[in-house]
């Protein structure tokens, strides 16, 4: 049975101010629902941009919604979108703890149908900010939020592109054979231990099965949980940052981004 998506909004906190040279970045606190868990997310804009624009979604690693999903909240909110961190496990709820995470995220990958119900929520609450284009909507994920998103895109998720970094590759095309609608982006280490070169090759064949629009780029030297500076330097745990795939990953966000929402710069070759 398809788990249903309940809606309501709450505005919980205080807007929080800042003051960057190009504008004033709000944030805020939201809390909405799922069926009968309250979720809680945190969407980030500037206020100086008047009118609508495009919004982002932000599916945080298998920690939770923590405050290094909250920071790439706000760099998108710097580069123009209205961007939300949504809660995929409940309650806000987050951990330091690797087992505990491991728990969390196991749950979540157990039941699609809940996970499908608990993106869906949170992707009507930004649909329906006064600040974004409801047809504009993109999708990022850390880790086990890359695999996240990258299921909602095979699902036929109606969103304009998704993009994983170092995500798990374990999303599957559905067998109702669904209109993939997302164009997609993955950004992958070339050392990764947690998702080597079969998984990478069984999973663009899957892609390729959806008729999916899809670019994957690979950077090497780099394992898995490379754009964050909280997870060390040691690339032989397993997991470690890499500031130069961090930097070559977002700017190729930025030029996707570019691409699905403007236009800019394929339609110089007539794409």
């Known amino acids: 049975?398809?788990?249903?998506?309940?809606?309501?909004?709450?505005?919980?906190?205080?807007?929080?101010?800042?003051?960057?040279?190009?504008?004033?970045?709000?944030?805020?606190?939201?809390?909405?629902?799922?069926?009968?868990?309250?979720?809680?997310?945190?969407?980030?804009?500037?206020?100086?941009?008047?009118?609508?624009?495009?919004?982002?979604?932000?599916?945080?690693?298998?920690?939770?919604?923590?405050?290094?999903?909250?920071?790439?909240?706000?760099?998108?909110?710097?580069?123009?979108?209205?961007?939300?961190?949504?809660?995929?496990?409940?309650?806000?709820?987050?951990?330091?703890?690797?087992?505990?995470?491991?728990?969390?995220?196991?749950?979540?990958?157990?039941?699609?149908a809940a996970a499908r119900a608990r993106f869906n929520s949170a992707l009507n609450v930004l649909k329906k900010e006064e600040t974004v284009l409801p047809a504009k909507i993109a999708a990022i994920g850390y880790c086990f939020g890359g695999g996240i998103v990258l299921q909602m895109a095979l699902d036929g998720a109606p969103l304009s592109g998704v993009v994983s970094f170092h995500g798990s590759l374990g999303a599957t095309y559905p067998e109702d054979k669904p209109e993939v609608r997302s164009?997609?982006?993955?950004?992958?280490?070339?050392?990764?231990?947690?998702?080597?070169?079969?998984?990478?090759?069984?999973?663009?064949q899957e892609l390729d099965k959806a008729g999916a629009n899809w670019q994957m780029n690979i950077y090497g030297d780099a394992v898995h949980s490379f754009t964050n500076p909280e997870t060390g330097d040691d690339p032989s745990q397993g997991s470690a940052y890499n500031k130069q795939a961090d930097i070559r990953s977002w700017e190729a966000m930025k030029l996707f981004f570019e691409e699905i929402f403007y236009k800019i710069p394929l339609k110089e070759y007539g794409i």
């Open 183 to 204: 164009k997609i982006l993955i950004c992958h280490g070339a050392d990764d231990p947690h998702v080597n070169a079969s998984q990478v090759q069984q999973f663009q």
């Open 1 to 112: 049975m398809k788990a249903k998506a309940i809606i309501t909004v709450f505005c919980i906190m205080t807007i929080n101010l800042s003051y960057p040279a190009y504008g004033v970045i709000v944030s805020k606190d939201i809390e909405y629902r799922t069926d009968d868990i309250t979720m809680k997310g945190y969407l980030v804009y500037n206020d100086v941009i008047k009118g609508r624009r495009p919004g982002v979604i932000i599916v945080h690693e298998w920690w939770g919604l923590n405050e290094y999903a909250r920071k790439r909240t706000r760099m998108l909110a710097e580069l123009g979108y209205t961007a939300f961190a949504i809660d995929m496990y409940g309650g806000g709820k987050n951990t330091e703890h690797p087992e505990k995470a491991a728990e969390f995220a196991g749950k979540v990958r157990k039941n699609m």
